[in-house]
């Protein structure tokens, strides 16, 4: 173990790792050996085991590169390897980008921590905000890596390892997977599927262990293995009044399917407007995610009931096909297979003529002005920022400072990353950064270290991973049906209704709510006022949301609303 407050002084560099004693849950171990200094952070295993920690150095000078170094390397973890006979310091996280990892390099330093806050009050020279990643936060609702929020800092991206050597930093993806284009036996692959999730659950069961349990498809499986392993599973669910939101009714079937020490904490309006500063200002920065506040009550009243451990069933979506929108854009890929003459002749006759007005061709028109635009950008059509247009929500002179761009880039980049040339499983490898590392794991990663206990995620065991890449996409999504594979390979094993039910989900009624209760509008309306000095966004965007919310759709501009009370929010305390 390792006093993270002090400092690895080499002559080509300084590193600094700020420190993380707050975070009692990670493990952090500096290992040395020869001229290679490695420091971990977070829970790392070698070829998928238990290995000594301590073989890492030989392990590193045996490898041939980096590459083949990292392939062997497994786990919720990000590690620094200071090298001195090749004058080079690595940063590398894992595959997924589990474990949040920030830095920055202040003249010949190099700061590295878990926490972006103590990686600030650690920094050499002050950190100021950065206009782009609030533009990106409101177009995300987080900002993706590797923005933060402050000008001087970044974070590393999932699987990407970051080389400072000789005066220059270099970066290289280390985990890009090869997706299967074709499947010969099927009923086997099914069979491994249900084999390889239960040994990774088994992986991460500690004493005092728990699960959380929406009732969906991936917490029912982890739930179902949990008790496979556990006589006692205790599992926990947050459930709400209103019922479109409510999914306790699945939860408490898969509960007594599993026969699992089931409990359920009904969320008021109350407790949000109680708690709501608190949990926008835990962030390392501005996080837009309403769903933060039900994993935080769920974790803290898991904790209330002796549980230490939560396993969480994040992941399956973005492994086996589980969203609607990868149906979705399948029906306006089939658009870009036209050959082009076509597509302009019938652009032509139904977009541009009096007959897109009719009822059935301005269907015809809609899906063919948003087939012409291309994945990834597609994918962001229903956005607010691209609704409503950038001169619409944002001041003039904050726009003109910002690339309207870069989140559009940010996808790209990362779309054409994956080696498939399967658009399903480009967009699978582009949500394991958008939708699991920037958004859905920082939040249960925070709102977990809030109430106070550790959160695993079996489902995104590297092992798990490399198996679903084994499944070709029209496998796991033919024709519209969602995780086809994955549901053929669970049944038996979860209730029938679990496989037929609906997507749902830990939402927030966050828009209903601030109607009902006072103390929660007025938060909202003193906290709206106050952004509104900003001169970040008009003053027309949010007196038009405030109104919509009231008159015409609480849900959909509550969370226009909730984005922006957040930023608001986090920046009267952190700016």
């Not at 008021?268 to 994993?295: C, I, L, R």
């Given at each position: 173990?390792?006093?993270?407050?002090?400092?690895?002084?080499?002559?080509?560099?300084?590193?600094?790792?700020?420190?993380?004693?707050?975070?009692?849950?990670?493990?952090?171990?500096?290992?040395?050996?020869?001229?290679?200094t490695i420091i971990v952070y977070?829970?790392?295993?070698?070829?998928?085991?238990?290995?000594?920690?301590?073989?890492?150095?030989?392990?590193?000078?045996?490898?041939?590169?980096?590459?083949?170094?990292?392939?062997?390397?497994?786990?919720?973890?990000?590690?620094?390897?200071?090298?001195?006979?090749?004058?080079?310091?690595?940063?590398?996280?894992?595959?997924?980008?589990?474990?949040?990892?920030?830095?920055?390099?202040?003249?010949?330093?190099?700061?590295?921590?878990?926490?972006?806050?103590?990686?600030?009050?650690?920094?050499?020279?002050?950190?100021?905000?950065?206009?782009?990643?609030?533009?990106?936060?409101?177009?995300?609702?987080?900002?993706?890596?590797?923005?933060?929020?402050?000008?001087?800092?970044?974070?590393?991206?999932?699987?990407?390892?970051?080389?400072?050597?000789?005066?220059?930093?270099?970066?290289?993806?280390?985990?890009?997977?090869?997706?299967?284009?074709?499947?010969?036996?099927?009923?086997?692959?099914?069979?491994?599927?249900?084999?390889?999730?239960?040994?990774?659950?088994?992986?991460?069961?500690?004493?005092?262990?728990?699960?959380?349990?929406?009732?969906?498809l991936d917490s029912s499986t982890?739930?179902?293995?949990?008790?496979?392993?556990?006589?006692?599973?205790?599992?926990?669910?947050?459930?709400?009044?209103?019922?479109?939101?409510?999914?306790?009714?699945?939860?408490?079937?898969?509960?007594?399917?599993?026969?699992?020490?089931?409990?359920?904490?009904?969320?008021?309006?109350?407790?949000?407007?109680?708690?709501?500063?608190?949990?926008?200002?835990?962030?390392?920065?501005?996080?837009?995610?309403?769903?933060?506040?039900?994993?935080?009550?769920?974790?803290?009243?898991?904790?209330?009931?002796?549980?230490?451990?939560?396993?969480?069933?994040?992941?399956?979506?973005?492994?086996?096909?589980?969203?609607?929108?990868?149906?979705?854009?399948?029906?306006?890929?089939?658009?870009?297979?036209?050959?082009?003459?076509?597509?302009?002749?019938?652009?032509?006759?139904?977009?541009?003529?009096?007959?897109?007005?009719?009822?059935?061709?301005?269907?015809?028109?809609?899906?063919?002005?948003?087939?012409?635009?291309?994945?990834?950008?597609?994918?962001?059509?229903?956005?607010?920022?691209?609704?409503?247009?950038?001169?619409?929500?944002?001041?003039?002179?904050?726009?003109?400072?910002?690339?309207?761009?870069?989140?559009?880039e940010q996808l790209q980049s990362?779309?054409?990353?994956?080696?498939?040339?399967?658009?399903?499983?480009?967009?699978?490898?582009?949500?394991?950064?958008?939708?699991?590392?920037?958004?859905?794991?920082?939040?249960?990663?925070?709102?977990?270290?809030?109430?106070?206990?550790?959160?695993?995620?079996?489902?995104?065991?590297?092992?798990?991973?490399?198996?679903?890449?084994?499944?070709?996409?029209?496998?796991?999504?033919?024709?519209?049906?969602?995780?086809?594979?994955?549901?053929?390979?669970?049944?038996?094993?979860?209730?029938?209704?679990?496989?037929?039910?609906?997507?749902?989900?830990?939402?927030?009624?966050?828009?209903?709510?601030?109607?009902?209760?006072?103390?929660?509008?007025?938060?909202?309306?003193?906290?709206?006022?106050?952004?509104?000095?900003?001169?970040?966004?008009?003053?027309?965007?949010?007196?038009?949301?405030?109104?919509?919310?009231?008159?015409?759709?609480?849900?959909?501009?509550?969370?226009?609303?909730?984005?922006?009370?957040?930023?608001?929010?986090?920046?009267?305390?952190?700016?």
């Amino acid at each position: 173990m390792v006093n993270m407050s002090e400092s690895i002084e080499k002559d080509f560099v300084s590193v600094d790792l700020a420190d993380m004693a707050s975070n009692e849950h990670q493990k952090v171990q500096y290992i040395e050996e020869g001229k290679v200094t490695i420091i971990v952070y977070g829970d790392i295993l070698i070829d998928e085991s238990l290995a000594d920690i301590g073989s890492l150095p030989q392990l590193y000078n045996l490898s041939l590169d980096l590459s083949s170094f990292y392939q062997q390397l497994s786990g919720c973890f990000w590690l620094l390897v200071v090298d001195a006979a090749k004058q080079r310091v690595t940063l590398v996280n894992d595959q997924l980008g589990m474990q949040a990892c920030y830095y920055a390099k202040q003249a010949n330093k190099l700061l590295v921590s878990s926490s972006l806050k103590t990686l600030k009050a650690k920094a050499l020279e002050p950190f100021t905000l950065s206009k782009q990643a609030i533009f990106n936060y409101i177009y995300f609702h987080c900002i993706p890596s590797p923005s933060t929020i402050y000008q001087q800092a970044a974070k590393l991206e999932p699987s990407k390892a970051l080389i400072f050597a000789k005066g220059k930093q270099l970066s290289q993806t280390l985990y890009r997977p090869k997706f299967a284009s074709h499947n010969i036996n099927i009923s086997a692959l099914q069979t491994q599927c249900l084999s390889v999730i239960e040994q990774a659950v088994k992986g991460h069961i500690t004493d005092n262990c728990g699960a959380f349990l929406s009732g969906g498809l991936d917490s029912s499986t982890v739930a179902g293995m949990l008790a496979k392993s556990s006589k006692k599973a205790k599992t926990f669910s947050i459930g709400f009044t209103l019922a479109s939101y409510d999914e306790t009714p699945y939860a408490k079937l898969t509960a007594k399917h599993f026969n699992t020490q089931h409990r359920v904490l009904y969320l008021q309006s109350e407790h949000a407007a109680d708690e709501f500063v608190k949990v926008a200002q835990y962030f390392d920065e501005p996080f837009g995610n309403s769903s933060a506040m039900a994993a935080y009550f769920c974790a803290k009243f898991a904790k209330q009931q002796g549980v230490t451990t939560l396993l969480a069933g994040d992941g399956g979506d973005e492994l086996f096909a589980g969203n609607e929108r990868y149906a979705k854009q399948k029906v306006f890929e089939a658009y870009q297979k036209v050959p082009y003459g076509f597509q302009k002749i019938a652009k032509g006759i139904i977009c541009h003529t009096p007959i897109a007005k009719l009822p059935l061709f301005n269907k015809a028109a809609s899906y063919i002005n948003q087939a012409e635009i291309k994945l990834p950008e597609r994918l962001h059509s229903y956005n607010f920022v691209n609704q409503l247009g950038h001169e619409a929500i944002f001041e003039d002179d904050f726009l003109a400072e910002v690339d309207s761009r870069q989140p559009i880039e940010q996808l790209q980049s990362r779309y054409d990353d994956c080696t498939s040339d399967d658009p399903v499983d480009c967009m699978l490898y582009l949500d394991w950064k958008f939708t699991l590392a920037d958004n859905d794991l920082l939040k249960v990663n925070k709102m977990c270290e809030f109430a106070g206990v550790k959160v695993r995620y079996p489902l995104l065991d590297k092992a798990v991973v490399d198996f679903s890449c084994k499944i070709a996409a029209h496998e796991k999504l033919p024709r519209s049906t969602l995780r086809k594979f994955y549901k053929d390979s669970c049944r038996g094993f979860l209730a029938d209704q679990t496989l037929t039910k609906s997507k749902h989900g830990f939402g927030l009624p966050f828009g209903a709510w601030m109607k009902e209760n006072r103390a929660l509008k007025t938060l909202t309306l003193n906290t709206l006022n106050a952004f509104k000095k900003r001169n970040i966004v008009k003053d027309s965007l949010i007196d038009t949301a405030l109104n919509a919310h009231q008159n015409v759709h609480a849900g959909y501009f509550g969370e226009l609303i909730w984005i922006l009370v957040v930023l608001e929010l986090w920046l009267q305390k952190y700016e």
